[in-house]
């Protein structure tokens, strides 16, 4: 439930990091989402701004998208900035001065101020659920924001996926530094409006009882880091990173760069076990664009370019819809138990191949040499 008062809260976000009615705001990300929604249309409404739309994101296109409607900000999420570092040419040609966002890492922010000129970018931090979202003037590289008297930070077994609780079973707070479990206070002032029609869901996202009897806190879900000057950095979502050859995968940073391909709809990144390898390995879910067929050798390039080698997925399944959990997530548990067995999926699956360098049908004959180890992960 999205209500009028926090529509117009994030409206104003824009207006708040010094936005004024002669900008000009660039958007190519789906409308569907907040960001785009309420942070770009509303705000431009807000502003009394011009609105670019651009029906799909392009890196090659989007210097010259900027120079030619006169462009002043624009938002991103995920991966663009780091598309756009990708790009050949430095470029410093154009009047964007600032851009809001969430998701660039630190090094893709040094490289794009370096590379794009000193543009002022504003990362936050904020669920479509949570009432309260982070989000600094500072322009500190890397930081999402800064704490306030509501967010509280949990200690939390990534492991085991559970919260650790003291002796009298309530919760502890993590120490600076390390990870921990966001949660926001949820009171009558600050309520949590929940899901529609979905009692059940919006439940799960409490916790109860958490510091002392009767409190009730948000369950964000997302495990942050704080420093000691209170700054904020995302650090994992709970229950998305496995391990693979002893390094942590963060599945949501491999569909990111997945969902960039031009045939995916939808992608859910999740790792599989497979007899005698320790940790998981990759499997990534795909739901396919109408009109769009799979293409096992462009997939092949694009994860060799942009992901390191232990996150490249091996395996592959087409769907025909992504299932969802009661909270809206992507189902992960149930499908990674299906694992990758030609005989029981009935779905396509495709293997990555590296003599062929593509992804090619998996067969029960591929299945078997997989098990038995004469095709080596
Ligand atoms: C961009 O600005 C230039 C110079 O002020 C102006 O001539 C041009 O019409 C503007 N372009 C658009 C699309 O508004
Ligand atoms: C951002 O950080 C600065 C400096 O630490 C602080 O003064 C300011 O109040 C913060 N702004 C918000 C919106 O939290
Ligand atoms: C969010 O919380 C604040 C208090 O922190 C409260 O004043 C406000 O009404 C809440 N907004 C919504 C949309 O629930």
Same mark, same amino acid.
């Given at each position: 439930?999205?209500?009028?008062?926090?529509? #117009?809260?994030?409206?104003?976000?824009?207006?708040?990091?010094?936005?004024?009615?002669?900008?000009?705001?660039?958007?190519?990300?789906?409308?569907?989402?907040?960001?785009?929604? #309420?942070?770009?249309?509303?705000?431009?409404?807000?502003?009394?701004?011009?609105?670019?739309? &651009?029906?799909?994101?392009?890196?090659?296109?989007?210097?010259?998208?900027?120079? &030619?409607?006169?462009?002043?900000?624009?938002?991103?999420?995920?991966?663009?900035?780091?598309?756009?570092?990708?790009?050949?040419?430095?470029?410093?040609?154009?009047?964007?001065?600032?851009?809001?966002?969430?998701?660039?890492?630190?090094?893709?922010?040094?490289?794009?101020?370096?590379?794009?000129?000193?543009?002022?970018?504003?990362?936050?931090?904020?669920?479509?659920?949570?009432?309260?979202?982070?989000?600094?003037?500072?322009?500190?590289?890397?930081?999402?924001?800064?704490?306030?008297?509501?967010?509280?930070?949990? &200690?939390?077994?990534?492991?085991?996926?559970?919260?650790?609780?003291?002796?009298?079973?309530?919760?502890?707070?993590?120490?600076?530094?390390?990870?921990?479990?966001?949660?926001?206070?949820?009171?009558?002032?600050?309520?949590?409006?929940?899901?529609?029609?979905?009692?059940?869901?919006?439940?799960?996202?409490?916790?109860?009882?958490?510091?002392? !009897?009767?409190?009730?806190? #948000?369950?964000?879900?997302?495990?942050?880091?704080?420093?000691?000057?209170?700054?904020?950095?995302?650090?994992?979502?709970?229950?998305?990173?496995?391990?693979?050859?002893?390094?942590?995968?963060?599945?949501?940073?491999?569909?990111?760069?997945?969902?960039?391909?031009?045939?995916?709809?939808?992608?859910?990144?999740?790792?599989?076990?497979? &007899?005698?390898?320790?940790?998981?390995?990759?499997?990534?879910?795909?739901?396919?664009?109408?009109?769009?067929?799979?293409?096992?050798?462009?997939?092949?390039?694009?994860?060799?370019?942009?992901?390191?080698?232990?996150?490249?997925?091996?395996?592959?399944?087409?769907?025909?819809?992504?299932?969802?959990?009661?909270?809206?997530?992507?189902?992960?548990?149930?499908?990674?138990?299906?694992?990758?067995?030609?005989?029981?999926?009935?779905?396509?699956?495709?293997?990555?191949?590296?003599?062929?360098?593509?992804?090619?049908?998996?067969?029960?004959?591929?299945?078997?040499?997989?098990?038995?180890? !004469?095709?080596?992960?």
């Amino acid at each position: 439930i999205i209500t009028h008062l926090r529509t #117009l809260v994030v409206s104003l976000v824009f207006a708040q990091c010094g936005a004024v009615s002669q900008d000009i705001m660039y958007v190519t990300l789906p409308l569907y989402h907040i960001s785009a929604s #309420l942070l770009g249309i509303a705000g431009c409404i807000q502003l009394g701004a011009t609105c670019v739309l &651009k029906k799909k994101f392009s890196a090659r296109q989007f210097w010259n998208d900027c120079r &030619k409607y006169n462009v002043t900000m624009f938002l991103y999420i995920g991966e663009l900035c780091r598309y756009l570092c990708n790009q050949k040419e430095e470029d410093r040609v154009h009047e964007v001065r600032l851009a809001l966002g969430n998701g660039i890492r630190p090094s893709v922010w040094k490289e794009f101020l370096m590379r794009f000129g000193p543009i002022k970018i504003f990362e936050f931090y904020g669920s479509t659920e949570g009432n309260l979202s982070f989000l600094n003037y500072t322009n500190k590289i890397g930081a999402v924001g800064r704490a306030g008297i509501f967010s509280k930070f949990l &200690k939390y077994d990534v492991w085991k996926q559970e919260l650790i609780k003291d002796e009298n079973g309530r919760c502890i707070k993590a120490p600076l530094g390390k990870p921990g479990l966001l949660v926001f206070q949820v009171t009558k002032d600050a309520p949590f409006s929940g899901y529609v029609g979905n009692k059940e869901a919006s439940e799960k996202k409490l916790l109860r009882n958490v510091f002392v !009897e009767g409190d009730v806190y #948000l369950d964000t879900g997302d495990l942050l880091v704080m420093d000691e000057d209170g700054f904020l950095y995302f650090s994992d979502r709970v229950g998305d990173t496995f391990r693979w050859k002893g390094e942590n995968v963060a599945t949501s940073e491999v569909a990111e760069i997945i969902g960039m391909m031009d045939f995916v709809q939808e992608v859910n990144v999740y790792g599989v076990s497979i &007899k005698n390898y320790e940790g998981r390995t990759g499997m990534a879910a795909i739901v396919l664009k109408r009109y769009h067929t799979f293409n096992g050798e462009k997939l092949y390039k694009h994860v060799e370019n942009f992901l390191p080698n232990y996150a490249q997925p091996r395996f592959v399944r087409i769907m025909d819809v992504m299932q969802i959990t009661a909270t809206f997530k992507h189902q992960k548990i149930h499908l990674a138990n299906e694992g990758f067995n030609p005989e029981i999926i009935s779905e396509p699956l495709y293997f990555m191949h590296e003599p062929t360098r593509s992804y090619i049908p998996l067969t029960k004959e591929i299945y078997k040499n997989v098990l038995s180890g !004469e095709i080596r992960l």
